[in-house]
């Protein structure tokens, strides 16, 4: 059997990433509204803790999709999830299932942060 690594990065990046977009939409829009109004679960402020959640719900994802800095842009996602997951459901004691997405997520992302693009991204280095 043939493996096929690069094309289930590919599915990875893409379906994991346009998931989040969804998730990003709405915080990257109160970013360009001026609505900085957010949870400041660690303590960073309000307005940063949107700022770095857009970017890593939104604009990671984009990058992730077209394979332009796909571990740094993962990694930083993962970080997100990450916080999401403890600093914002655990530590207020929410049930499993409404931290399992986060959850979801981090592995995923993690798992891409681990693995990078593939063949089939924007800053694979092609050997000749």
């Known amino acids: 059997m043939r493996k096929n690594t690069d094309l289930a990065l590919l599915i990875l990046r893409v379906v994991?990433?346009?998931?989040?977009l969804t998730h990003g939409w709405g915080k990257i829009s109160k970013v360009f509204q001026g609505d900085f109004a957010f949870a400041d679960p660690i303590g960073i402020g309000a307005e940063l803790t949107l700022v770095i959640t857009a970017i890593g719900e939104f604009i990671a994802p984009i990058l992730i999709i077209v394979g332009y800095q796909t571990r740094w842009a993962a990694a930083l996602t993962t970080l997100v999830m990450l916080g999401a997951m403890i600093a914002v459901h655990m530590a207020n004691g929410d049930a499993f299932d409404r931290w399992e997405k986060a959850l979801l997520f981090?592995?995923?992302f993690l798992a891409i942060a681990?693995?990078?693009?593939?063949k089939y991204s924007l800053t694979f280095k092609r050997k000749f």
Do not use: I, K, P
């Not at 681990?114 to 593939?118: E, I, Q, W």
């Open 114 to 118: 681990l693995a990078g693009g593939g």
């Open 106 to 108: 981090f592995t995923g």
């Open 16 to 20: 994991f990433s346009v998931a989040m």
